[in-house]
């Protein structure tokens, strides 16, 4: 979900318009200005939201405290979760880089860089929404030579980087080809805002997956460090008289044998009695 | 001396090997972490390349990128593949980023009557065959569904059983009972669902036709069927000189005088809260609009009455003068009444908003 915000310039216009290109058919982007605060007032993305059925949202605006202004969200059930808001830096839009670009709706491998983005907790989180946001639906296969675009997001100095790449696809010795890279997309400098995270039980909620999804713990196995797979397997009460087992042809009691055998027994019981 | 060739044919090939290698081969200080499923990477190593480069480093986060993307290609590549329909396919595993989800997990449903009663006497679902033998046809058919192995419907003769009235027609008896079956279920499977969403059906007690019904509740019964078609009644015919029922609206329910003192404390807050709020309740444009559709319903009906009049009278007498000029005027008035409300500046919800409430007036010109 695309909204503009009743200050937006050419530039956030612009940017919200190549994002929905990204994401089509999957994006929904408003052409009337809407003038709401999101910071402020979350009824009116909450309402667009449950209008359009989209939990993921973009807002962009510009004035003179913040200009060129993107706020990314994300919500639950209709309410906001997360909001972080980025500031536009510098920017050059699908059309100004002119070269093929890829087919609509095509996956899109996402590679961020830096360790910002796993030590600080904001920017965890706004790694968190761009793959929320940029990932496309999960697919369980994909065919090899559909992998065409990839977006690289690096954190550096305080800032990210947003570029976009088409894939290029050269013959190396291997089976394994080796990439070329040729930047198509938009590409955005961008230095992060105010955020608005979610309190930690509520996410804690969103994040809760129902048992179905959760993966079976496989019962009566372990493994111990070496790599070894052990399984327990419960037997049930053996008959030992009814073993099978190896017949050795020389123990096997000739007649002669047998008779005297029965002899003796006999013989006992008339003892006995 | 075929030791030292042997060695250095081995030799050879390792070298080639690695120059082949070298072109996808790509080093890093600690490994990227990958999300295949999501076809997703990590760098976690510090950039110290893009730091030392000047403002703008273009060229090394295009080395960088480059770098990234030939280690999770090279992953990819490594997936179990398979060929479909001249392509090739990788399996992707599944994601295993955690991402919070859209919407709350489903509630699950309530058990259906059955299923209390199947749980509680420790009856299971029996595994039963799709093909039963069918010793009319000679062969292996289903147990239900077209060309089912024991077809009721397609019996051309029915023994007339014992007790039976010999008159009677066995295959409509059959029919009927199918019929009645169908039905039953059908309110069954509602029943479940209404007690999954705990609502209620609509009670039919004293509908069903029994011998001795009064005249109030065979009347109640009448109007209920009434209203029990597509249309809510709208095109039932009445009987000529029946008249129409009485006091059929909704029923207004008033709250008690006082009672519920938190109940009337948060109404009478939210009532403070919505006069000091800054948007107006109502809404002038729609207001306006609404009231030009209402005249433009009355004028169409009455031009419609007069073409009709003129018809029978033989002679197109024109609209009598309510031509387009008219209204307007009328409305202006109108409108200049319901426009002088002070505040009414548009709030951000989707409406089809104009700024300030004069230009809802000059929609018509």
Known sequence: ????????????????????????????????????????DQTSLEFFSKKSDCSLFMFGSHNKKRPNNLVIGRMYDYHVLDMIE?????????????????????????????????TTEDYKRLKSLLIDFF?????????????????????????????????????????????????????????????????DDLYKLSMKMPKAL????????????????????????????????RKMKGLKKRPAERITDDQEKKSKRIKKN | MEGPSVEELLAKAEQDEAEKLQRITVSKELELEFDLGNLLASDRNPPTALRQAGPVPEAELRALARDNTQLLINQLWQLP???VEEALVARLPEPTTRLPREKPVPKPRPLTRWQQFARLKGIHPKKKTNLVWDEVSGQWRRRWGYKRARDDTTEWL?????????????????????????????????????????TQLPSTAGMHPTGHQ???????????????????????????????????????????LFGDFAAEKKNQLELLRIMNSKKSKLDVTRA???????????????????????????????????????????????KGGLGGKKQSRPPGLGSKRKAGQHQGGKRRK
Request: some cysteine; glycine content about 10%; aromatic content about 6%.
């Open chain 2, 214 to 256: 009064s005249k109030e509740e065979l009347g109640r019964a009448m109007q209920v069927a009434k209203v029990s078609t597509a249309s809510v009644g709208r095109f039932q015919e009445r009987l000529p000189k029946e008249k129409a029922p009485r006091g059929s609206g909704k029923k207004r329910k008033f709250q008690p």
């Open chain 2, 288 to 334: 306006t609009n609404k009231q030009m559709r209402e005249e433009d319903q009355e004028e169409a009906a009455k031009k419609r009455k007069m073409s009709q009049k003129g018809k029978r009278r033989g002679g197109w007498q024109g609209t009598g003068g309510k031509r387009k000029g008219g209204p307007p005027s009328q409305g202006g008035k109108r």
């Open chain 2, 158 to 198: 029915i023994e007339v059983p014992d007790g039976a009235d010999p008159l009677e027609d066995q295959f409509a008896k059959r029919i009927q009972a199918k019929k009645e079956r169908v039905a039953k279920n059908e309110l069954n499977r509602l029943r479940n669902l209404a007690r999954a969403h705990k």
């Open chain 1, 1 to 40: 979900m695309l909204i503009k915000g009743g200050n937006a310039n050419a530039t956030v216009t612009q940017v919200l318009k190549d994002v929905y290109a990204l994401k089509k058919p999957y994006g929904v982007l408003y052409k009337k200005k809407n003038i709401t605060r999101p910071f402020e």
């Open chain 1, 214 to 245: 959760k993966p079976k713990k496989k019962k009566n196995m372990s493994h111990d460090t070496f790599g070894t797979t052990y399984g327990r397997i419960h037997m049930q009460k053996q008959d030992l008289s009814k073993l099978q087992t």
């Open chain 2, 81 to 83: 593949t398979e060929r």
């Open chain 1, 135 to 199: 990932r496309g639906p999960t697919v369980a296969n994909i065919r090899l030579a559909g992998l065409e675009y990839v977006l690289h997001f690096t954190a550096l100095k305080g800032k990210v980087y947003f570029r976009s790449y088409k894939l290029l696809l050269k013959k190396s010795g291997c089976r394994t080809p080796r990439i070329e890279l040729e930047e198509m997309g938009p590409s955005l400098d961008m230095v992060l805002r105010r955020t608005h995270l979610a309190s």
């Open chain 1, 86 to 118: 980025l500031g536009i830096e510098k920017f050059v839009s699908l059309k100004d880089i002119k070269n093929s670009k890829c087919p609509e709706g095509t996956k899109p491998m996402i590679i961020f860089a830096g360790d910002d983005f796993d």
